[in-house]
């Protein structure tokens, strides 16, 4: 498996190393180092790649439950709206899929990357610290801007914001770290998914025990290479995890050096938002929890010795190393000290919301 070291290819440009700041005049010399990079090996790696997004567990619901969440990412292929893709053009960055509950009873919802990671559209308003106000303002700015059609206003009063899942479709970095697995794909293969996405019935099927984020993930890389991802019924007790995901995806392109596997983390935003969890699997949490643990060793310890081994032998999987961390993309002196890009107050009703194109 190969990590990246240097930018990742993104439909011509590049998600660049995070370095540590020495000083404001080494900072420019790497910008300007990066810059050139990001120009030089994106534009010849201009090909297309699917990444498994392996997202950790944050928040009351993540300490119960720690599996995760997971989408995929595409980067040469775009959203024409949350719920219709097509090719992306040069200047884009690609989309995020992932399967949602509840949210305007779609199945599926696909978001572009760059509000996906942080609610916003451009990358000069990637603020490099956030809070919980910030986090809740970007959010609802983008979803008047761009998915009122799918999260409706609850009232007429301006900053009034609905509550729902609708949250995890955009800032996903500032409440977690992101794990990455992409492999290539091909413009044809872009296109069949694209195709079959579009004719689909988009229908909400969502079922933790089935239907969940890890099996949506699951379905749509096989569509790109039949088979690369499955369950793992004896470790996540027929769950399918995005642990179990990142686990299996790893093991194809083992087995077929044809079709490298780079890994990346995105980081979760410095700030005051609490930092999330570490993600495990299902019989990984039961054996690494203390308060899962205990209450069966004092039941069972055969079956706590034999859940041990059996993880030992078939349920280990360790993320990428922390320190590679990328960023998209390079984030500059000037937006690090513009922070009223960010925290600027939302416009009055007055001034009108952004018009919002039917869904397709």
Known sequence: ?????????VSGRGLPVRAKNTGTFSLRILQVVMAILVLTIGARRAQADAALLMEEPYGEFGRFNPTGHSAVYLNHVCAESPVKLRACRP???????????????????????????????????????????????????????????IVPNISEKWGDIPNGDWIQLVGASYDRR????????????????????????????????????????????????????????????????????ARSLTKYAKKHPELPLSTFVVPQVPGSIPRSKPIDGVLESLVKSKKYAAPLVLLSPELVAGMV????????????????????????????????????????????????????
């Open 1 to 9: 498996m190969r990590v990246i070291q240097l930018p990742i290819s």
């Open 178 to 245: 992101i794990y990455g697995f992409q492999i290539k794909t091909t413009a044809q293969q872009d296109r069949h998914l694209i195709a079959l996405f579009d004719k689909r019935r988009n229908l909400g099927r969502f079922n933790l025990f089935f239907h969940n984020c890890a099996d949506f993930s699951r379905d749509l890389l096989n569509e790109y290479y039949p088979h690369a991802v499955h369950r793992n019924v004896l470790v996540d007790f027929g769950l399918t995890t995005p642990k179990q995901d």
């Open 309 to 360: 081994t059996m993880y030992l032998i078939d349920g280990r999987f360790q993320p990428p190393a922390r320190d590679q961390e990328v960023t998209l993309p390079l984030q500059t002196e000037t937006a690090a000290m513009m922070p009223d890009t960010t925290r600027r107050v939302l416009p009055k009703p007055s001034e009108g919301d952004a018009t919002v194109s039917p869904l397709r």
């Open 91 to 149: 200047d884009e960055y690609g989309v995020v899929i992932s399967r949602y509950h509840r949210i305007d009873g779609f199945d599926w919802i696909a978001i572009p990357l760059v509000p996906y990671l942080y609610a916003v559209d451009q990358v000069r308003e990637i603020p490099l610290k956030a809070d919980a106000e910030l986090e809740s303002r970007l959010r609802d700015e983008y979803r008047r801007k761009q998915l009122l059609q």
